[in-house]
């Protein structure tokens, strides 16, 4: 494995630029977790000139449903793991135009995501699924939770500290690489191959 490049929040256009598909990153500072009724609440605020609860700029968001617990007064994540990431990908643009840097998931995201990394200087971050319990030993605090009871625990955005979260891989990059797209390409001419012969 190479070795890791170390980032932390806020993430500036120069780090995110020298980035390339299958780089290994670890992630220090602050992680938005949020999913699909995020997304879109977020949109409506936006679309209203409303204000967002947070300043997403050079920001990360994780597409993850938390376990969380009440603990001394606040919370603490019990495990953490990727959700898939295709369900949010009408919201790539807008999720550019607000300042976001980098999205973690699994699974990948597809063409629309693609320009809009490009467009905004962005990477798609592969967190390996099944691992939910190892990730949740990165989070250092629970900062703030919104719409905790308008969505539950799942679909709330989670305003996380995390310390040396990792290793995560650049599956996507800001200049129009994706390795889903690659692995794609190789299995249609693969594919094609079997078809001639």
């Known amino acids: 494995m190479k070795n890791p490049v170390h980032l932390s929040t806020p993430l500036d256009g ?5 980035l390339k598909i299958h780089d290994v990153v670890t992630l220090s500072g602050t992680v938005f977790t949020a999913r699909d009724m995020a997304h879109l609440k977020l949109k409506e605020l936006y ?8 300043i997403f700029t050079g920001g990360v968001i994780f597409h993850a449903g938390p376990v969380v617990k009440r603990a001394n007064g606040g919370f603490r ?5 990727p959700t898939t990431s295709i369900r949010m990908e009408p919201h790539s643009d807008f999720i550019g135009a607000i300042g ?8 990948g995201m597809d063409e629309e ?5 490009k467009k905004y200087g962005m990477v798609y971050l592969l967190a390996a699924p099944g ?3 190892l990730h949740a030993q990165a989070v250092r605090e629970v900062k703030r939770v919104y719409w905790l009871e308008e969505f539950g625990m799942p679909e709330a955005i989670w305003v996380l500290e995390v ?3 990792g290793p995560l891989t650049v599956a996507m990059d800001s200049h129009g690489n994706s390795i ?18």
């Open 113 to 117: 995501s693609l320009r809009a990394f």
């Open 47 to 54: 679309r209203k000139g409303a204000p967002l609860p947070e």
């Open 180 to 197: 889903f797209q690659a692995i794609q390409e190789e299995g249609l001419r693969k594919l094609d191959g079997l078809v001639k012969g």
């Open 100 to 107: 976001i840097r980098a999205i973690v998931g699994k699974g």
């Open 163 to 165: 310390a040396d979260w």
């Open 131 to 133: 691992c939910g319990v």
């Open 14 to 18: 120069d780090s995110i630029g020298k």
């Open 77 to 81: 994540v019990l495990t953490i793991g």
